[in-house]
């Protein structure tokens, strides 16, 4: 049996995503341990790992240092991120990982820095002429009589819908404008909310698309989705991310179609969705076929070769441990 071991930083919450993980090394008999670090120690997915690591927060200095210890301890084959605020770091050390023989599944510094600043995604977007809504002027708005509400307002580097607030008139704009930092005013986009899932190998091709209509969201995440089989949502999907610079593993973007057929993108993240989970349940298996991808295990896949029409129908659930494990 190989042995292959796989680290998660900031596991969080993701729960689903890191068992399925465990399932796929006995699944191809793969002698693996999955590790788990983040900066809680009560971090619920961190139980459902063979091994927990509790680390400094991803602003200090020993982050980068603490990461490298583990995966030389543990020799670790596959580290993959799972939140936005250290894609950056990370993709800027990878090389680093590589020489002590682990891989970062984490896309160039570039890409990370165009998805992490709104206003940057929007320039990209536009670069690629690709549809996506208006960026505004704050005050432009304000000095205009006839400006058109509502509008959406957000932090240009926001993660997770936090902050993201609609604004119905011109004194909620002016209240939001210096209650929200950095923010940027859009256009407000009426329609079917996806996301895609996307999967790009080493070689940055793209070999699988998922779009799933967002039926109902709690927090920023979707409670509520199903996969559909939209062969105009998967073609522009795979366009976006094949204009992205080496990207890599899961890239998730986030568009409207309105009811004029119009596809609008708002948002890129580089990393694993929190809906991943009904991807993978509809046969899109992205955790198998990355670790397939790090062995050099060649797999003939279809973009579309998965289920439509699979619905995901979330509910809280609990992770139950002593004191004594998280003092």
Not at 282 to 307: C, K, V
């Amino acid at each position: 049996m190989i042995n292959f071991n796989i680290l998660f930083t900031s596991a969080g919450r993701r729960v689903s995503l890191i068992r399925h993980f465990k399932h796929v090394l006995q699944d191809m008999r793969l002698n693996g341990n999955i590790v788990t670090a983040d900066m809680q120690k009560n971090a619920p997915a961190s139980f459902i790992a063979d091994i927990r690591e509790q680390v400094p927060p991803v602003t200090s200095p020993e982050y980068i240092k603490t990461l490298k210890k583990i995966c030389l301890k543990y020799n670790i084959k596959l580290l993959i991120p799972l939140i936005d605020t250290e894609l950056i770091l990370l993709a800027k050390h990878k090389y680093e990982f590589e020489q002590q023989g682990t891989v970062l599944l984490v896309s160039s510094p570039e890409v990370n820095e165009i998805c992490f600043d709104k206003k940057k995604t929007y320039r990209f977007f536009m670069d690629i002429d690709v549809e996506t809504p208006k960026l505004f002027d704050v005050q432009q708005l304000l000095d205009n009589p006839a400006t058109q509400y509502p509008l959406l307002i957000k932090p240009s580097d926001g993660s997770g819908s936090i902050g993201v607030i609609k604004i119905n008139n011109e004194r909620e704009l002016c209240f939001f404008k210096d209650y929200i930092t950095n923010a940027i005013i859009q256009e407000y986009i009426k329609g079917e909310e996806y996301t895609i899932d996307i999967l790009i190998d080493f070689e940055g091709k793209v070999r699988c698309v998922v779009p799933r209509l967002r039926i109902e969201t709690r927090a920023g995440e979707v409670s509520k989705g199903m996969t559909v089989k939209n062969q105009f949502i998967i073609e522009a999907g795979k366009k976006v991310a094949e204009a992205l610079p080496h990207p890599l593993g899961c890239i998730t973007l986030q568009c409207f179609l309105t009811k004029a057929g119009i596809l609008k993108f708002i948002e890129i993240n580089p990393r694993f969705s929190g809906g991943i989970p009904l991807s993978i349940a509809a046969g899109a298996d992205f955790p198998r076929w990355i670790i397939e991808m790090t062995l050099g295990i060649r797999r003939d896949l279809t973009i579309d070769g998965w289920q439509d029409g699979v619905v995901m129908l979330r509910y809280d659930d609990a992770v139950f441990i002593t004191k004594e494990m998280i003092l």
